[in-house]
């Protein structure tokens, strides 16, 4: 929080705009996107970038149900500063380093778009990191709902074994789940000797369904 900058603002706002001086990772965003469509836009702190991403992704799933639009949800986006090692992971395709934990989760709630590049040279103080500007374009999860306690647990579990095949990185969460690592596999059309950067969204949907017992899941 940088109140000092909230108390220089202050007296420029026009009365329409309110100054929040809070902590984002422990502020409450519904009671602002109840009013109407919200779209949100930062330079965030690049050390805090990650918890953020994560804040606003359940914040934008916590007001999917606002009365805004049918087809849209309450925070329709996010325009944000990020470094640019953050923003190449947001916008990594499968089977490249960058992919992983980070670039699924939002993917699977979020249209990303690259909007700029800036070097350090663009700020005063110049930073020693280069930076992007990305725009997270909200949608209704990809994810069903009664499969993202499992889907979210898999992913974390399997990409801790990112470089080992599929057989093997996932033998341990399918071990716990009570489900054989290969039947799963099999029954999500998926090479076991395939690895989990590979894996498209679709893929991980699937894998989590073959997972998941059928009396946990949603009738068609």
Same mark, same amino acid.
């Given at each position: 929080?940088?109140?000092?900058?909230?108390?220089?603002?202050?007296?420029?706002?026009?009365?329409?705009?309110? @100054?929040?001086?809070?902590?984002?990772?422990?502020?409450?965003?519904?009671?602002?996107? %109840?009013?109407?469509?919200?779209?949100?836009?930062?330079? #965030?702190?690049?050390? #805090? %970038?990650?918890? @953020?991403?994560?804040?606003? #992704?359940?914040? +934008?799933?916590?007001?999917?149900?606002q009365p805004t639009s049918v087809a849209s949800p309450a925070i329709v986006d996010a325009t944000l500063m990020l470094q640019l090692e953050v923003a190449d992971r947001l916008t990594a395709r499968p089977g490249t380093k960058e992919y992983g934990v980070l670039t699924i989760f939002v993917t699977a709630q979020a249209d990303v778009a690259r909007v700029l590049t800036l070097p350090p040279g663009a700020f005063r103080p110049a930073p020693k990191v280069h930076s992007a500007l990305v725009r997270l374009t909200f949608k209704p999860p990809v994810v069903p709902s009664d499969l993202r306690d499992v889907f979210g647990r898999?992913?974390? %579990? @399997?990409?801790?074994?990112?470089?080992?095949?599929?057989?093997?990185?996932?033998?341990?969460?399918?071990? +716990?789940?009570?489900?054989? +690592?290969?039947?799963?596999?099999?029954?999500?059309? @998926?090479d076991p000797a395939r690895r989990p950067e590979t894996l498209t969204l679709a893929d991980l949907v699937a894998l989590a369904s073959a997972l998941t017992p059928p009396g946990l899941q949603a009738e068609p």
């Open positions: 929080m940088d109140r000092d900058l909230a108390a220089d603002l202050a007296p420029r706002l026009p009365p329409t705009a309110e @100054i929040v001086t809070a902590d984002f990772l422990e502020f409450d965003p519904a009671p602002l996107a %109840s009013a109407g469509p919200l779209r949100v836009a930062g330079n #965030l702190p690049y050390n #805090l %970038s990650t918890p @953020i991403l994560f804040k606003l #992704l359940r914040a +934008a799933a916590a007001t999917a149900g898999m992913v974390r %579990s @399997i990409f801790t074994q990112r470089r080992k095949t599929l057989g093997n990185a996932l033998r341990p969460f399918a071990d +716990a789940a009570g489900v054989g +690592a290969l039947q799963a596999l099999g029954e999500a059309g @998926i």
